[in-house]
């Protein structure tokens, strides 16, 4: 698990501890814990907006869980954190100097230029 993932609920910082998935055919808000990976169309949510969670009317609210414990840093976070650190600690390389233009080159914009066309025509 991954500390960074706070709540997706606008405004709060909490750290997220439960994850929110909607199952539309069946009519459910299903709330479980945190998921793994965060993924598209899913919803991390902290325990406090996790326990207030209901649903439009005519859906229940499927909850895998009743208790949400606290996520604990694992080895992964550790090894992220001292990834992070070396890649910070690396010394910058500087941009290699840009290539003298080509005596044909009439203009360039990003990636695309305009050469001079032959005088065989």
Do not use: I
């Not at 997706?8 to 998921?35: E, F, M, N």
């Amino acid at each position: 698990m991954n500390l960074s993932r706070t709540c997706t609920k606008t405004g709060c910082r909490q750290p997220a501890v439960a994850t929110l998935t909607y199952a539309y055919s069946d009519r459910a808000a299903v709330l479980g814990p945190l998921a793994t990976y965060s993924e598209p169309h899913t919803y991390d949510l902290c325990a406090d907006h996790a326990g207030r969670l209901t649903a439009p009317r005519g859906w229940e609210v499927l909850r895998l869980v009743t208790e949400y414990p606290e996520p604990q840093p694992t080895s992964d976070d550790l090894l992220a954190l001292a990834d992070a650190v070396r890649e910070a600690g690396r010394p910058r390389q500087e941009p290699s100097p840009a290539p003298l233009p080509d005596p044909g080159e009439v203009t360039r914009r990003g990636h695309l230029r305009v050469l001079r066309g032959s005088a065989e025509a």
